[in-house]
């Protein structure tokens, strides 16, 4: 092991000690190396080291938390891209979305690839809610996960209608007005909730600032932090199994 | 046993409530936490909350003047009139009829889009014609019902901004009106002239006379 030993070349050693101070383990082997891999590192233990054979059957659960989060993945990476040409700012939102489609190369299909995501995770998160649903996922011990869930359900949600301010075009103007006028009905809270999110009366400049901070740095951050919790539950809580 | 005080009941009560000096500290330190935790929370939330919110201001001169809407006088002849004028962009419509002058906030009250003017608003939403002649609706030289409708859910509105088709609730409001003077319209947002509630179909008798005098004792014309 040591290098001064004269057997090993002191590279050898020092490339030996860098392969295991990340990975801790050689290629799995045995069930026994196999389980120690995944457990000391981080990226594999997120994957549980031994599942029900049930549980991997795609057609159970459809896959479809993952989808929603391989969405979210891809959201946050295309989205990553569109805040290189985006400025939040009334004067030029509009003009550099249409750089987006038309100056930057790929910047169409980054884009489009954003929107569709989009739609996709919400309609990939409702299906998943109501697979859940409709296998009593939800009941105890899996009940907390359940509300950790309609608590993402709502961050997705909130994540596409501040999205559609963002492009400000008539349809955006227009959705927001209408969205934040239907939260002015609430009793009470209702005009404050308008004002807190506009910033102001009208859909302007005050508006897309804080809709832009919500779509970019908020609401994805608690999404995160809900996912990571969700996850977690589901590694504790396991899987269902077979009905 | 009743020699020792805390062997009886009373006795083991009065010892649960003694609180110890560390209790006592630990209580008045959480207390203070919570209070400051509370003040600055409301204080963060109230930063949210800006005082002053940068929005178009709610008073304004309109671009077209008195004359564009009334056709003026030209030659000792009154000229045709245009009825109405809108300022899209500031959501206010400024309309001409046989009583005078009114201005119309174009905010529909359902859920706060512009609506559009339409020179024939009855159309093809199943109300007749006959139903905007009962109520004495059209504006002056219009052979068809005309008015708003908003193209967010399909509001419809009458020349006096009334309701009659889609999901809103009442009536636009009015706003107040004046001539400048150079011959303008001062058009304030902020001023509601005319508020009516749902089902209140009642024509608003608010108007800014047409050939009222002037602060300089000339008249508006017409």
């Known amino acids: 092991m040591s290098a001064t030993s004269g057997q090993a070349s002191p590279i050898r050693a020092f490339v030996a000690q860098l392969w295991g101070s990340v990975f801790r383990h050689g290629l799995p082997t045995t069930d026994k190396v196999a389980a120690r891999t995944a457990l000391t590192n981080f990226f594999l233990h997120i994957h549980p080291v031994r599942v029900k054979k049930s549980a991997v059957r795609v057609s159970y659960t459809l896959c479809l938390g993952g989808l929603s989060f391989f969405l979210f993945i891809l959201l946050t990476i295309t989205g990553l891209f569109l805040m290189f040409y985006y400025i939040p700012s009334v004067d030029s939102a509009y003009q550099n979305v249409k750089d987006l489609q038309f100056v930057a190369v790929f910047g169409d299909i980054i884009r489009n690839m954003h929107r569709w995501a989009a739609h996709g995770m919400v309609i990939t998160v409702w299906l998943h809610m109501a697979r859940v649903f409709y296998q009593g996922a939800y009941k105890p011990p899996r009940e907390f996960n359940w509300v950790i869930g309609t608590f993402l359900l709502l961050i997705t949600l909130l994540l596409s209608f501040s999205g559609y301010l963002l492009p400000w075009d008539q349809l955006a103007i227009w959705a927001i007005t209408v969205g934040t006028n239907m939260a002015k009905y609430a009793p009470i809270v209702g005009p404050y909730t308008r004002y807190l999110l506009l910033g102001g009366d009208q859909v302007a400049q005050g508006a897309l600032i804080r809709f832009y901070v919500l779509h970019v740095i908020a609401l994805p951050l608690i999404g995160f932090l809900l996912m990571v919790v969700h996850f977690w539950r589901v590694r504790k809580d396991g899987f269902t199994g077979g009905l | ?222």
């Open chain 2, 1 to 222: 046993m009743a020699l020792n005080p805390y062997e009886s009941a009373r006795g083991r009560m009065r010892a649960r409530a003694e609180t110890t000096r560390r209790q006592f500290l630990m209580i008045m330190g959480g207390l203070a936490a919570l209070g400051a935790t509370l003040f600055g929370g409301i204080e963060v939330l109230k930063f949210m909350f800006p005082v002053a919110s940068g929005n178009a201001p709610a008073l304004f001169k309109t671009t077209f003047t008195f004359n564009d809407l009334t056709g003026g006088v030209v030659g000792g002849q009154a000229q045709t009139p245009v009825n109405v004028l809108s300022e899209t962009d500031k959501r206010v419509t400024v309309v001409l009829d046989d009583a005078g002058i009114y201005a119309v906030y174009l905010v529909c009250t359902h859920l706060g889009c512009t609506p559009n003017y339409v020179t024939n608003v009855v159309g093809g939403s199943g109300v007749s014609e006959a139903v905007a002649d009962a109520r004495g609706v059209r504006a002056r030289d219009q052979q068809i019902p005309n008015g708003w409708a908003c193209p967010c859910h399909g509001s419809r509105y009458f020349i006096d901004s009334t309701n009659f088709y889609g999901p809103a609730p009442r009536p636009m409001d009015w706003v107040d009106i004046s001539v400048t003077p150079d011959g303008y319209f001062a058009v304030d947002r902020a001023t509601l002239v005319v508020t009516r509630g749902p089902g209140d179909n009642t024509p608003p008798a608010w108007r800014l006379l047409v050939g009222t005098k002037k602060s300089n004792g000339k008249t508006y014309g017409v």
